[in-house]
């Protein structure tokens, strides 16, 4: 069973980085839909980016800001999916999740993540920015 696990966050001041890891494991590497969403404290959870491991498709929910803020990747040959944020801001903070499932195709990635992943969820890593 495909099982997801982050791992990277903590405390960082405001204009600093962070890299966050989602580590997938119990499935081909290669055919993933992985996402991380965060949720702030008594806020609705709000999604961040997205790729599909197979190549080919990254969603970012906000693209300029993807520019240079924050950058998904992925490492095959680790099983791991990157989340890296610069210049982060004191709106960051926020409980990150990391989720995937099984995908087929790239084209798969965009509507996996706009109607709402619903299984596979890591338990969250815990980001805090302060000015």
């Known amino acids: 069973q495909l099982h997801v696990a982050e791992s990277g966050g903590g405390s960082v001041q405001a204009g600093g980085s962070l890299r966050l890891s989602c580590a997938a494991s119990g499935s081909t590497f290669n055919s993933l839909c992985v996402g991380w969403f965060r949720q702030a404290l008594g806020k609705e959870r709000e999604k961040v980016a997205a790729?599909?491991?197979?190549?080919?498709?990254?969603?970012?929910d906000d693209p300029a800001k993807a520019r240079s803020a924050i950058i998904i990747s992925q490492d095959n040959a680790k099983n791991i999916v990157y989340l890296e944020m610069n210049n982060m801001k004191n709106e960051d903070t926020a409980m990150y999740y990391c989720?995937?499932?099984?995908?087929?195709?790239?084209?798969?990635?965009?509507?996996?993540?706009?109607?709402?992943?619903?299984?596979?969820w890591g338990q969250g890593t815990q980001v805090t920015v302060s000015s």
């Open positions: 989720v995937a499932d099984h995908c087929a195709s790239a084209l798969d990635l965009g509507p996996w993540v706009v109607r709402g992943p619903s299984r596979y």
């Open positions: 790729i599909y491991t197979g190549g080919g498709a990254v969603y970012y």
